[in-house]
């Protein structure tokens, strides 16, 4: 089982208000990703990190932000929330290479659902 | 264009049933295949992956690559209600850390 952990579960806003979701992962994996996924939709990659003081904007614009002060600690900050971002935000790390196999499974935390009202 | 292309179902089979879920992929570059599970309200998990062409089996679950038709395949042997959640295929280039998932099938099976 996973040691990957999202919180909140479930959170209900009303719009502008400032949400962050919490990601924390206790398997010392380097590298760590914010995926967005809705109903019918592929999984969209939002952000992800390679380590510490490391992040990246993935292939889907968000006006979401990140940081990573910590190995294990990878938090998503949304300063103005809209009911455009309501979504599952799903938190994911891998330790990326594997040996021959290089895919670098990713390990997925429950998931926050945000609804913005 | 999607970059992966997989059938949302939902696929209902009745317990017992051979199952078979499908991708199609349009980037040749790809060469390590996953299908990953996701049960309601959960994260998804891995459950295969598979290097280039071929075949892999693991207990009830044989996952195929058929590059040369950029297709793949979960099969799923005798189902069990357990298995009722959503199937995503997912994708990969080596050396290369992005993964593209499909949208998920999602299975159904009925006691």
Partial sequence: EADIYQ???????????????????????????????DPGMELHLIHYSYGVNSTEKG????????????????????????????SQYLCASSDGDRGHTNTGELFFGEGSRLTVL | QK???QDPGPLSVPEGAIVSLNCTYSNSAFQYFMWYRQYSRKGPELLMYTYSSGNKEDGRFTAQVDKSSKYISL???????????T??????????QKVTFGTGTKLQVIP
């Fill in chain 1, 7 to 37: 919180t909140p579960r479930y959170l209900v806003i009303g719009t502008g208000k400032k949400i962050t979701l919490e990601c924390s992962q206790t398997m010392g994996h380097d590298k760590m990703y914010w995926y967005q996924q």
């Fill in chain 1, 59 to 86: 292939d889907l614009s968000s006006e979401s932000t990140v940081s990573r002060i910590r190995t294990e600690h990878f938090p998503l900050t949304l300063e103005s929330a809209r009911p455009s971002h309501t």
């Fill in chain 2, 3 to 5: 970059e992966v292309e």
């Fill in chain 2, 75 to 85: 099969f799923i042997r005798d189902s069990q209600p357990s298995d009722s959640a």
């Fill in chain 2, 87 to 96: 199937y995503l295929c997912a994708m990969s280039i080596a050396g290369y």
